[in-house]
């Protein structure tokens, strides 16, 4: 189990990547808006990479760790106590889990089935639900 993303909530994804973007050595991995949501990918340089969510609360943060098994994750984690509040949610990468501890703080498991679907998606010229920036 490793940290892979922080899904970070934003009131204004814009105004927070820009935000992010001006950390020095990060750099814009991906961005789409699609279903109603604008989402983007800010690489820090080591992992975990910050996913800016206009979806989610505004200054929340929840942690994304990647497992080999999401289903055995989830049962070893209810066993201590965690809850389970959505399980098998679909993502481009694979199917993924939010649980909380036994005081409620959340988490979220992903088990990555598809590594590089969003940096391939983006990379398509074709994807028509990718922002990318202005050329120079």
Do not use: K
Request: with cysteine.
């Amino acid at each position: 189990m490793h940290l892979r993303y922080l899904y970070v909530g934003s009131s204004d994804t814009e105004r927070d990547l820009a935000a992010w973007l001006c950390v020095p050595g990060a750099i814009l991995r991906w961005r789409f808006q699609h279903f109603g949501a604008d989402v983007a990918a800010v690489d820090l340089g080591s992992a975990p990479a910050v996913l800016i969510a206009d979806h989610r609360p505004s200054g929340t943060i929840l942690p994304i760790y990647a497992v080999d098994d999401l289903n055995l994750a989830v049962a070893a984690l209810e066993e201590h106590g965690w809850t389970v509040h959505e399980h098998s949610l679909g993502t481009p990468e694979g199917l993924a889990a939010v649980m909380s501890d036994p005081s409620g703080t959340r988490i979220a498991l992903l088990e990555v089935e598809r590594p590089g679907a969003m940096e391939a998606a983006y990379a398509s010229e074709d994807n028509t639900h990718a922002v990318r920036p202005p050329p120079p």
